[in-house]
């Protein structure tokens, strides 16, 4: 057994956090979210053209570093640690996951941009009924000829309008929450009949209810099979869950070091907070979490390959583990903070913000233990 | 023992829930059901219309203005007015400045700080914490030099609430450097319009400017402003910390608040089913009722028991704790209930500017509400802060 990182893997981790601690201090990240777009794009094409780093995952003939899910994971945790808001997750992880699944010449065609940073893809997946269940879609894909029309309406798509690409699960058949009929499409983002409203989100990126009215969308749009793409779904969904659990793990780490050099700093009683003993053991509880959520990520990436059960086994244990543990260390990390610590002004708030969105993203606490009971415990 | 409402008490309770029919401002509830911030003017309204009906002040002796109401009757007006979603009074004149006042002050004070607080005409913001006394309140610094019949009064006071709204503030002032540290403090009815002062607002994580920081520069305060006697501030200090027993645990707002989980719960789908079909989140719901019901009971025994008409002890403590824990997991619950729709931030880009709401109308403030009721472990003194005054005061450890 070996858990330590290739050489490539601690180059990636190195020069990404040499970047993000040049570029992404947190008053220059208060100043691009808070601009009219919510971004700054050239950290997007120095992350893609300077560092090479949005082809982690990708093969090399395509460009890209040679990795898969383990360098996401390197990435997204050094995102995690600066807050960041960059679309990597949903155009690397999730789009370019779907794309190496499918493979030929969409893949061929897409991914050379992605990794060049040219194409930016939000993923459209969550409807207003549907709450974490990804079969459960009113978004219907109907056969026109050589291609589909597409009505729905998609609910909080992160980095929608930022995006030149669209990835949309929709129904090419069966009722409403059937296994069957699912379809995936990579679809472009300006095609007439897309109606977007863009706003930001608590913890600060943006995103946007997006209405499909009768878009027509080529034949070519379709990634994987007409039907059949549930299975393709829940795999990249599974990589993206362990991807946020990753960066879950850089957001958590910032909290707790927050927390304890804080408390070394702040005086009360004549002393340093930090030697009252109940905030000590409060930041050694904090502690375990992290450590814990590290792991459960690690144990949750390296599943990723297996069969399709102890893959979604294992990805529900990681982010049930790693939802709970986000909502202890920051919620925790506030509390000892004090006053202080319930401010705009200081970033331990806003890492806390992204902790409470993680805990819901792809799925609460409840949603992944009834998963991972429904596999593990069936009778 | 018994724990069934008197029919007089049954009759007060309808005429409360009459009165509140009636005279509850429909404007008011059409902007609290939008989720609009409430303005200094919303605040008032509702307190100018119980004034009238000489309602406002429950917890006060009859001769200051209070109602003469039963602990019983207080509860049941509590409760009535949280199930019908009432603006919450301020509590800083109401019940904090004015009972110290009424216990404390001159025949002077009492006679012009009173019923300029009854009416609503003044709006009180408390000036106890410091940048660098927040837990240990007593190591204040802000000074007050006598200067012939005036206090010039500097330093800086922090997490303010209101403050941007206030007429008068009450402060703790060091008036001693040389005496022990509770000794040397002194209470100070301050005229918020003095020369000297700066309010500057402090945004916190929902978006909210609720709190400020006060800057004091060479202000000049009247001594006949100062409550109580010359370094004996700490006593009107704690006595006011501690006075506020009933409501203190949020009890008959934390079942409104379950009532309004439910309700999204129902409405939101997990599947073909309402949410709060789902076994797990249920099962959250009853057991939040369950501890509700536990904090409510303890907040009655203390109501009626035999310490009843003593002022409140450290018990307090333990409705605080209790309390605030509640209205949190309420908070977490409605976040969890909403779903992907937590996410969307309901305000615009521009300070002030509301954005209608993303999604179903009952999301938009959960993740803001969340956040911002981390507040209550915190504030008035950290529940850190009073777990150590149960330890020492009722374990005597
Ligand atoms: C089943 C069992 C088997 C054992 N086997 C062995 C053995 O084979 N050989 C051997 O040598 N010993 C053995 N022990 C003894 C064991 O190591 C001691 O019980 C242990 O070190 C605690 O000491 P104590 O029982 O005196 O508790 P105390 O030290 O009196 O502690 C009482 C409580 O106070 C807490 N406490 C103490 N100090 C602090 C502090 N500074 N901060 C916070 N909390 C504190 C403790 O955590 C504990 O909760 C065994 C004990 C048990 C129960
Ligand atoms: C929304 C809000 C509104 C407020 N409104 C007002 C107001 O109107 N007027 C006013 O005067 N003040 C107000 N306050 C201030 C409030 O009373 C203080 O925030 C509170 O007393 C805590 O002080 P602090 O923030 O400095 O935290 P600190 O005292 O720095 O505490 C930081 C952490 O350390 C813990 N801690 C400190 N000492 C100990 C100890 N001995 N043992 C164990 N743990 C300890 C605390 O519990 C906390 O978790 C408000 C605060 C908030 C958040």
């Known amino acids: 057994m070996d858990f330590t990182y290739t050489e490539t893997q601690d180059m990636i981790r190195d020069t990404l956090a040499r970047f993000l601690g040049d570029t992404y201090d947190f008053e220059t990240r208060q100043k691009f979210i808070n601009s ?22 990708f093969a090399e003939e395509h460009g890209g570093l040679g990795g898969g899910a383990l360098e996401n994971a390197i990435v997204m945790e050094e995102l995690g640690k600066v807050i960041a808001i960059e679309p990597y997750l949903p155009t690397v992880v999730i789009a370019g996951g779907a794309l190496k699944a499918v493979g030929g010449a969409q893949a061929d065609a897409m991914i050379p941009e992605i990794i060049a940073g040219s194409a930016i893809i939000a993923f459209a997946y969550a409807e ?55 379809s995936l499409f990579l679809i472009d983002a300006n095609l007439p009949g897309i109606v977007r409203r863009d706003y930001p989100t608590v913890d600060g990126s943006r995103a946007s209810e997006i209405y499909f009215e009768n878009v027509a969308i080529p034949g070519d749009a379709l990634l994987g099979g007409e039907g ?113 610590g319930i401010t705009q002004e200081l970033a331990i708030g806003h890492y806390f913000k992204r902790a409470t969105m993680i805990e819901g993203q792809f799925g609460s606490h409840d949603y992944h233990m009834d998963r991972y009971e429904r596999i593990t415990l069936a009778e | 023992m018994d724990m069934e409402f008197s029919p007089e008490d049954l009759a007060f309770q309808q005429e409360v829930r009459q009165f509140i029919a009636e005279n509850y401002p429909a404007d008011l509830r059409d902007k609290q059901d939008e989720g609009e911030e409430m303005s200094k ?126 007429d008068w503030g009450f402060f703790l ?61 700490w006593t009107c200090a704690k006595f006011l910390l501690a006075h506020e027993r009933t409501g203190i645990a949020g009890v008959a707002a934390s079942k409104r608040g379950i009532e309004k989980v439910k309700a999204i719960a129902r409405t939101e789908l997990d599947g073909d089913k309402p949410l709060l079909a789902n076994a797990f989140f249920k099962r959250k719901v009853a057991e939040l009722e369950v501890d509700l019901a536990a904090l409510e009971f ?20 333990l409705l605080k704790i209790k309390g605030s824990e509640i ?34 109308d009952y999301a938009h403030r959960a993740a803001p509400t969340y956040f911002n009721m981390r507040k209550t472990t915190i504030y008035g003194g950290s529940n850190e802060i009073q777990r150590n005054i149960i330890a020492k005061m009722v374990l005597g450890l």
Not at chain 1, 153 to 178: E, I, N
Not at chain 2, 205 to 221: A, C, K, P, Y
Not at chain 2, 330 to 350: C, D, I, N, Q, W
């Open chain 1, 36 to 57: 009219d777009s919510g971004r700054d794009p050239a950290i997007w094409t120095a992350l893609a053209q300077e560092l090479g780093m949005l082809g982690a995952p």
């Open chain 1, 128 to 182: 207003p009924q549907g709450r974490y269940d990804l079969a459960n879609l009113r978004t219907t894909a109907k056969k026109d000829g050589a291609g589909y029309v597409l009505n729905g309406h998609k609910g909080v798509v992160y980095a929608a309008p930022w995006a030149t690409h669209l990835l949309v699960t929709a129904r090419t058949g069966g009722g409403h929450r059937d296994r069957d009929g699912v």
């Open chain 1, 228 to 340: 059949t793409g549930l299975p393709l779904i829940e795999q990249i969904v599974d990589e993206a869950t362990v991807a946020v659990c990753a960066e879950a793990t850089g957001v958590m780490q910032k909290l707790h070091e927050g927390t304890l050099e804080y408390t070394q700093q702040r005086k009360q009683f004549g002393v340093p907070i930090a030697k009252f003993q109940v905030l000590q053991h409060r930041m050694v509880d904090m502690f375990m979490e992290v450590e814990q959520a590290r792991s459960m990520t690690i144990m949750g990436t390296l599943k990723l390959g297996l069969p399709a059960n102890e893959r979604m086994a294992a990805v529900s244990a990681a982010k049930a583990k790693v939802a709970r543990g986000a909502n202890f260390v920051g919620q925790n990390a506030i509390q000892t903070h004090g006053g202080i």
């Open chain 2, 41 to 166: 003017e919303d605040f008032l309204a509702w307190h100018k219309i119980l004034y009238k009906k000489g309602w406002i002040a429950p917890a006060w002796p009859v001769e200051y203005g209070g109602t003469g109401w039963t602990p019983t009757q207080r509860f049941i007006w509590s409760e009535e007015t949280a199930r019908a979603d009432c603006i919450r009074l301020m509590p800083f004149g109401l019940a904090m400045v004015g009972p110290v006042i009424y216990t404390f002050g001159t025949p002077e004070q009492k006679a012009h700080f009173l019923p300029r607080i009854l009416s609503g005409e003044d709006w009180w913001c408390q000036g106890y914490s410091e940048p660098g006394s927040g837990s240990d309140l007593a190591s204040l610094r802000t000074t007050a030099v006598a200067d012939g019949d005036d206090y010039i009064v500097n330093g800086q006071k922090t997490w303010t609430t209101l403050a941007q709204h206030a």
């Open chain 2, 173 to 233: 002032v060091r008036t001693d450097k040389e005496a022990k540290q509770q000794e040397g403090i002194s209470f100070l009815l301050i005229d918020m319009k003095s020369p000297g002062i700066t309010v500057r607002p402090i945004i916190t994580l929902g978006g909210e400017h609720e709190v400020n920081e006060v800057w004091l520069e060479d202000v000049r305060v009247p001594q006949s402003q100062r409550v109580y006697e010359e370094n004996k501030g």
């Open chain 2, 298 to 317: 303890t907040e009655l025994r203390s109501l009626a028991g035999p310490n009843a008409n003593r002022g409140p002890g450290p018990e307090s403590s």
């Open chain 2, 327 to 360: 209205q949190q997991r309420l908070t977490e619950l409605s976040l969890e209930a909403v779903g992907h729709y937590g996410a969307p931030y309901f305000r615009g880009f521009g300070e002030g500017d509301n954005e209608h709401p993303i999604g179903p």
